[in-house]
Nanobody, 122 residues
Framework: QVQLVESGGGSVQSGGSLRLSCAAS????????MAWYRQAPGNQRELVAS???????VYVDSVKGRFTISRDNAKNTVFLQMNSLKPEDSAVYYC????????????????WGQGTQVTVSS
């Protein structure tokens, strides 16, 4: 019923910037918290940033001061502005959203985006 579509990944040089977007689409749903995760080859999937519908934001220490998470509630979209990118930021970035589906039966579950590759070169 709901899908998350990510965009904005790509390749940049160290110090560059990228802006990731993730939009939820479907019917009979509302979006609660939204988050960005990342996973590099051989690594665990890591929570990068999250934002609740009340506006509470959490960042992993390694991106504080460089990344900014925000959301456009009218468009059911979450963004991740990534500045001062470093090679260690290279990973597949996944959008995650907690979705309330308001049909019958009512359900609440987490959805994942398809992933978008971010590559930062030196």
């Amino acid at each position: 019923q709901v899908q998350l579509v990510e965009s904005g990944g790509g390749s940049v040089q160290s110090g560059g910037s990228l802006r990731l977007s993730c939009a939820a689409s479907g019917s009979r749903f509302s979006v609660s918290s939204m988050a960005w995760y990342r996973q590099a080859p051989g690594n665990q999937r890591e929570l990068v940033a999250s934002i609740t519908n009340g506006g509470s934001i959490v960042y992993v220490d390694s991106v504080k001061g460089r990344f900014t998470i925000s959301r456009d509630n009218a468009k059911n979209t979450v963004f991740l502005q990534m500045n001062s990118l470093k090679p260690e930021d290279s990973a597949v970035y996944y959008c995650n959203a907690l979705i309330h589906e308001t049909g019958l039966p009512w359900t609440t579950r987490a959805y994942w985006g398809q992933g978008t590759q971010v590559t930062v070169s030196s």
